[in-house]
């Protein structure tokens, strides 16, 4: 979500990139850090992606959203989660009362949420491209100013401890019921073969695929720690993301390039490397497909950015 940039930034930089982006992606890690931040939304100019599961907390505004091509209406005061490498966009603000809107973003490590221990019906519905409204009484604005408090801390501790508090929140959410501002589009019961055993491999086929973006992918490989056929695993990846295994990882490694050419000074060759391209063309090419502007293009508009 953009933040304020005077007309004269606007002009220089043309191409709507959120702020939030640089801040929260890291040199190391294919889908950035966890960061918190409180700030009065601002409407997207266009649709955006990335590797994050993203948890919003709106207060005194209603907002709408287009998430991957669907028309959701997000309430205020409740906690909503969706993983952010959906394309979606902030499209309308609705005020609601006399005090300003405020918006609380969590964002929280794709591979950090894979490894929460016992959630596997939050993180097959997130993964599954769906956006989920957690129980009003779970959580409130107090809870969620403390868990920014913790952060800004800068303690490591503090900032563990809200990690630790999410997970048990999203536990506690499986028992105590949420509710689906979309469903997953893979959602268990609407399909007989989809065991929770079958989305298990799915997962364990995403965390391969996250571990190792720096080197080459096959189909082969990365199937092979379910244990199953290559081609029935190929479609169970496919009919549970709903894209292909190769387009994923595809997307998984341009995730990773942006961050790290926006986060870093790393050499672009070396970033392509990193990523798993197999040439600097390759990765040129595919950058450019994915997000319209080339990598060093992308990278100096983040130089002039001014960051707050």
Same mark, same amino acid.
């Given at each position: 979500m953009d933040g304020t940039r005077s007309m004269a930034q606007r002009r220089r $930089? &043309? /191409? &709507?990139? &959120? $702020?939030h982006d640089r801040h929260f992606y890291s040199r190391n890690r294919a889908f950035g850090r966890f960061g918190i931040r409180i700030f009065q939304p601002q409407l997207m100019p266009q649709p955006h992606w990335h590797g994050h599961v993203e948890l919003n907390f709106a207060t005194h505004v209603r907002m709408a959203y287009d998430f991957d091509g669907t028309k959701l209406e997000v309430p205020d005061r409740r906690l909503v989660l969706f993983w952010a490498g959906v394309p979606h966009q902030l499209t309308g603000l609705q005020p609601l009362g006399e005090a300003p809107p405020r918006l609380a973003n969590i964002y929280l490590p794709l591979d950090s949420f894979l490894q929460m221990r016992h959630i596997m019906g939050l993180q097959t519905a997130l993964i599954g491209r769906g956006m989920v409204a957690l129980p009003e009484l779970l959580c409130d604005s107090n809870l969620v100013q403390q868990w920014y408090q913790d952060y800004r801390s800068g303690d490591f501790e503090r900032a563990e401890i809200v990690?630790?508090?999410? $997970?048990?929140? %999203?536990r506690r959410a499986l028992v105590s019921g949420f509710d689906y501002l979309r469903p997953p589009q893979n959602e268990i019961g609407t399909d007989r073969t989809l065991s929770s055993a079958h989305v298990r491999h799915v997962i364990a086929m995403v965390r391969h695929v996250l571990e190792n973006l720096d080197k080459p992918l096959l189909n082969a490989q990365v199937t092979a720690v379910t244990g199953l056929h290559e081609n029935y695993a190929v479609s169970? %990846?496919?009919?549970? /993301?709903?894209?292909?295994l190769k387009q994923f990882i595809n997307r998984m490694r341009l995730m990773r390039a942006r961050a790290l050419l926006v986060e870093s000074s790393t050499a672009i060759s070396e970033v392509a490397e990193q990523c798993g391209f197999s040439s600097i063309t390759q990765f040129y090419a595919q950058f450019r497909a994915g997000y319209g502007i080339s990598p060093a293009a992308l990278r100096q508009h983040y130089v002039q950015m001014d960051l707050r």
């Open positions: $930089n &043309p /191409m &709507p990139v &959120p $702020n990690k630790m508090e999410l $997970n048990a929140l %999203f169970l %990846f496919s009919r549970t /993301m709903q894209v292909p």
